[in-house]
């Protein structure tokens, strides 16, 4: 029990709300456009061939790790679940979204380079630190633990 305390643990301010809700509505529709192809998204099949043209395979099934790890982690951060396991998903997705896509382009996303991941890494590993915050299903269940 201590250990799903520490999981959820979170502090009580309203700040990570306001981190939250935007990285997660970010996150959910990128995973939505490699999932499923909607915003414009490739869906499954589109991005994994995608992503076995870049080295990362087997692209469909890099595709779905990516895009669920995105989706749901998008949706588990909007409402504040297991903020602190998912910011580490996301962050780690992040990192690897970086380095095998973006770094070689320089910094600025004019050129497809890596601002915009680093800023959702930035914001991923601020809610690792933080937890979801007062307004989460985290402080929620904390609650009543």
Same mark, same amino acid.
């Given at each position: ?12 301010? =309203? ?11 970010? /996150?959910? #529709? ?5 999932? /499923? ?6 869906? =499954? ?33 909007? =409402? ?6 998912? #910011? ?19 910094? /600025? ?14 914001? #991923? ?21």
């Amino acid at each position: 029990m201590s250990t799903i305390r520490n999981i959820i643990a979170t502090n009580n301010s =309203l700040s990570a709300l306001a981190l939250r809700l935007p990285l997660g509505i970010i /996150f959910a #529709a990128h995973g939505a456009q490699k999932l /499923f192809g909607w915003f414009g998204g490739y869906g =499954l099949q589109g991005t994994g061939q995608w992503m076995d043209s870049i080295g990362l395979g087997p692209g469909v099934v890099m595709a779905a790790l990516a895009g669920s790890a995105e989706f749901f982690g998008g949706l588990f951060l909007i =409402l504040g679940l297991l903020t602190r396991p998912t #910011a580490l998903v996301l962050a780690v997705t992040m990192v690897v979204a970086i380095f095998s896509v973006h770094i070689n382009n320089g910094l /600025f996303m004019s050129n497809n380079g890596y601002e915009f991941g680093l800023a959702l890494l930035a914001g #991923a590993i601020s809610l690792l630190i933080s937890g979801g915050g007062r307004v989460s299903a985290d402080s929620v269940i904390a609650r009543k633990l």
